[in-house]
């Protein structure tokens, strides 16, 4: 990929927003050779990306959420998911609804799952798992940890959001967790 770059004659970089892009194409030699807003549209990304010819490469400056839709656009989701498609762990987390190749590939690049004797000391490390108050022999569950891996946690988070509004078996569970008085973590 880097070698890729080194070769290319222009560049698109894009400032992501909610519902347009600051979008801006430089040459090699550091030329502008456009810039201005962009819908975020399939439409009108197809059409910038048109423009500046197959091949440009693309840096888009928040790959989650907003940045989404440029992402898919530009084909960064095969790229991303090219190199790991051998591994077991990224296969088995693509096959649940709501998780892509940018999610999925985040545990099996950040941690080996396989160093984990079970699922409590994962959840432990990506900082899901909740933290225990003690005070003499009273122990309450107060809320997840503010330790592990936060980028992995947050992206998990985001996953399991999206799947609360599903209609599939996730979206069904986490209604049923709700109807007998779970709480999201939320205060």
């Keep these: 990929m880097l070698s890729e770059a080194a070769t290319c004659n222009a560049v698109i970089g894009l400032d992501v927003g909610k519902f347009s892009h600051w979008a801006c194409h430089v040459s090699r030699r550091g030329e502008v050779l456009g810039s201005g807003p962009v819908a975020n549209t399939e439409h009108d990304l197809d059409g910038l990306l048109g423009r500046a010819g197959a091949g440009t490469p693309v840096v888009v400056d928040q790959v989650r959420n907003i940045g989404s839709l440029a992402i898919s656009r530009a084909g960064l989701d095969a790229e991303i998911a090219a190199p790991l498609a051998e591994d077991g762990a990224c296969s088995c987390l693509l096959s649940v609804p709501g998780i892509g190749p940018r999610t999925a590939s985040e545990p099996a690049i950040s941690i080996n799952i396989g160093d984990f004797p079970d699922h409590d000391h994962l959840a432990s490390c990506c900082g ?43 979206g069904d569970y986490y209604r049923r967790c709700r109807d007998r008085g779970m709480s999201t973590g939320r205060p």
């Design 128 to 170: 899901i798992a909740p933290r225990n108050r003690q005070s003499g022999k009273s122990i309450s569950s107060v809320s997840s940890s503010r330790q592990g891996n936060k980028r992995l946690k947050n992206l998990l988070i985001f996953s399991c959001s999206s799947l609360s509004r599903s209609k599939g078996r996730f």
